[in-house]
């Protein structure tokens, strides 16, 4: 069995922006001017492909990635293979709550959309997303929507792209008419004006540019070809020569530096008026990666530890990443994988890289949101999901069983919500357990835990909404009823200066005793600089450090995983008021052994006793989540909100004017104090005031903050 679509006509992509942008909007009109579906669903009457979720079309936002694979063809004829192109497509929450979904998305995608709010430009999980893409080094090209919209700016948008998120973006097209009067956009490359007309804007009409928008549209072509030519030597001194290189070159140069993320084109149109969108899809195909086009995916051999890599090619050995769970009524466990190597077929066994178990592959699916095509074969490049699969989780890697390897894990954001559940009825019990494990793997994000002191079920998340939906999607998918207490702050510890503490573990019982001996000295971890080597002796995780220093063999070197697994388990219960400690570099630097009596547990035992007695000893402190926010209000309730926001411990970093007399205003803030901020800021700006909010970093509670947070803690 061949595949259809040779790599080079194939494009894996995400729709990426903030909340509300559009881009559940935008998803709906590719699947529909590829013909994948024959009429539009709209956010607003709760009937998309995508948002197919109940709860997602209740509340009009996306909650979960979904993946969907169409057939796009340039030349806009009746579907001819040899001219079409495969797209996989996910679209993304733009809710800070699910960002786990955009950051896994990204990792196994090539490239992506990125969709901006006309009116509003860059907002704050635009940022966050950006971030993402940039961490995985993902092309894109923007897509500046809802020109249709009052007090909609294109250039305003435009340079809040440039001031906020990358100085080589550039434009692709200008638009014709903005708000009311948006027409149409020109093709600043090909010096064109396109109209979008018929059913559903399917019908895109090529004219000349209309007198009134010549003049600008020349000065921004200049622009336009100064970006390209600077990419390339030749083409630079043609263009400095006073000759313009041939389109054919230009369009291969800006493809070239829009892969290596030098570029990034930016388009213009409005979805929900279907102004624009196959442009873009144009440009997807044109300016952004098939998997040829990638570096090689790199991983570890699992049994030499070195560095190895894989083509993108049906030849090479498998290699695959799952990358998503999802349970499915239906089916049982969906686990979404991208195929980055060789094939696999239906009916095989697949075998699981990480934990070196085999599991039968029974069926595969190619996904189109909820519904799904069976298919028996699936190629390098492709994105599927396996049906039914026990033990696989999100980063797990699927490979050729005679030549492993073991892909960079996906890294997620740790919770900075939570919240007490506990079941209505003992008959929930039971129920409830399962359905949050269920949860919980389909979501890194989600995390359960239980208090030992009052046997309380503790979940976590990312916010308020997050966890409420899960405790919705327990009720309605599992048929569980809980209770829930009132949302907590994920606080953390840490330590602001050094420490040192030794700890003998000494216990005789009649037969053989217990000994274990250990030194410490504990600081603050230090940030690693880019490209730096660890040595040795140390072991480097994301929050903690451990160095071993220990000479001579005072300590064997059995015992020596015993004492960072002691000092683990004294930083999970916290010195200040119990919570987490975090950030911490700790050496084991003396220490001594029995020939009969030591064992692990005493070197546990002795390690997490000393590094208790240092900590104490190191000023330790409580850290609390702060969070970006944006808040955007109508001009005369503005000295009412900023006044609001001081009184939460909030430091404001900037405003902004917009039109209609909008004021914007970004702040950091605890979230500690913004719990039920939505609903004071309806109130106090008669319903038309919004805020977004996301998670950015941690920091050092004041001192009359830590004594409340200890007192509640007794």
Not at 25 to 43: F, P, Q
Not at 371 to 387: N, S
Not at 519 to 534: F, H, M, S, T
């Amino acid at each position: 069995m061949n595949r259809d679509y040779p790599l080079d006509k194939v494009r894996n992509f995400g729709i990426i922006a903030h909340i509300d942008a559009g881009k559940t909007t935008t998803s709906e009109r590719v699947l529909y001017y590829t013909g994948e579906s024959h009429k539009i669903g709209e956010v607003h009457e709760g009937n998309t492909t995508t948002d197919w979720m109940e709860q997602e079309r209740e509340r009009g936002i996306t909650i979960t990635a979904a993946a969907i694979t169409c057939f796009w063809n340039p030349t806009y004829e009746p579907k001819n293979p040899a001219t079409m192109y495969r797209f996989n497509i996910i679209d993304t929450p733009g809710h800070i709550d699910f960002t786990a979904e955009v950051k896994r998305s990204l990792r196994v995608l090539d490239g992506a959309v990125v969709v901006f709010d006309g009116v509003a430009g860059v907002e704050p999980q635009s940022e966050t997303n950006w971030r993402y893409a940039d961490d995985g080094k993902v092309p894109r090209v923007c897509f500046i929507n809802k020109l249709d919209r009052m007090g909609a700016s294109f250039e305003r948008s435009y340079k809040s792209i440039l001031d906020r998120l990358n100085k080589n973006a550039v434009r692709m097209q200008i638009p014709m008419g903005l708000e009311e009067n948006f027409e149409g956009v020109i093709d600043l490359l090909k010096m064109k004006a396109y109209y979008f007309e018929g059913t559903m804007g399917s019908v895109i009409r090529e004219a000349e540019i209309p007198t009134q928008y010549l003049e600008e549209a020349k000065k921004f072509r200049a622009e336009l070809i100064e970006k390209i030519v600077e990419q390339d030597d030749a083409q630079m001194s043609m263009y400095l020569e006073g000759k313009e290189p041939p389109m054919a070159d230009l369009k291969a140069t800006l493809r070239k530096a829009t892969i290596a993320v030098k570029i990034i084109p930016v388009f213009a149109g409005s979805a929900l008026k279907n102004k624009g969108v196959q442009l873009v899809l144009d440009g997807v195909v044109e300016y952004l990666p098939s998997p040829l086009d990638v570096p090689p995916v790199t991983g570890l051999d699992p049994k030499t530890g070195n560095t190895i890599e894989r083509k993108a090619s049906d030849e090479e050995p498998f290699a695959a990443l799952a990358f998503k769970l999802q349970n499915d009524p239906f089916v049982g466990q969906l686990t979404f994988f991208r195929v980055y190597s060789g094939t696999i077929e239906a009916g095989t066994y697949i075998y699981n890289g990480t934990t070196g178990e085999k599991e039968r592959l029974g069926r595969i699916v190619r996904l189109q949101a909820d519904k799904r095509e069976e298919v028996k074969k699936v190629f390098a490049g492709e994105i599927a999901a396996a049906v039914g699969l026990k033990t696989a989780r999100t980063s797990h890697t699927f490979c050729d069983e005679n030549n492993p390897i073991i892909l960079d894990p996906i890294k997620f954001v740790d919770p900075v919500v939570s919240l007490r559940i506990e079941p209505k009825t003992k008959a929930d019990q039971e129920k409830m357990g399962m359905a949050l494990k269920k949860l919980s793997d389909e979501d890194p994000t989600f995390k359960i835990s239980s208090n030992p002191d009052t046997g309380e079920t503790i979940i976590s998340g990312m916010g308020e909404l997050h966890l409420e939906i899960m405790v919705d999607r327990m009720k309605r998918e599992f048929s569980v009823e809980a209770n829930v207490g009132k949302p907590q702050v994920s606080y953390k510890e840490t330590i602001t200066g050094t420490a040192e503490a030794e700890h003998k573990y000494i216990k005789q019982s009649g037969g053989k005793g217990q000994y274990g001996h250990v030194k410490l000295n504990i600081k603050p971890l230090e940030k690693l600089e880019e490209g730096a080597k660890i040595p040795k002796n140390v072991k480097r995780y994301d929050d903690f450090e451990f160095v071993n220093s220990i000479k001579g063999g005072v300590i064997p070197i059995e015992f020596i995983p015993a004492v960072e697994k002691g000092v683990k388990e004294a930083m999970d219960r916290g010195i200040v008021a119990g919570y987490k400690l975090v950030n911490i570099s700790c050496e084991l630097t003396f220490g001594s052994y029995h020939d009969v009596d030591s064992s692990e547990i005493a070197y546990k035992i002795a390690a997490s006793q000393a590094f208790q007695e240092a900590a104490k000893h190191a000023r330790p402190v409580i850290l609390e989540p702060i969070m970006k926010l944006e808040v955007t209000v109508p001009e005369k309730f503005f000295g009412d909100i900023t006044g609001s926001l001081s009184s939460k411990r909030a430091t404001i970093e900037g405003f902004e004017d917009r039109p209609a007399n909008i004021k914007v205003i970004r702040a950091m803030v605890p979230l500690s104090e913004m719990f039920g901020f939505t609903t004071q800021l309806r109130s106090m700006t008669e319903g038309r005031g919004n805020a977004g909010m996301e998670f950015d970093h941690y920091e050092i509670v004041p001192p009359n903050v830590e004594k409340t947070i200890v007192e509640s803690r007794k």
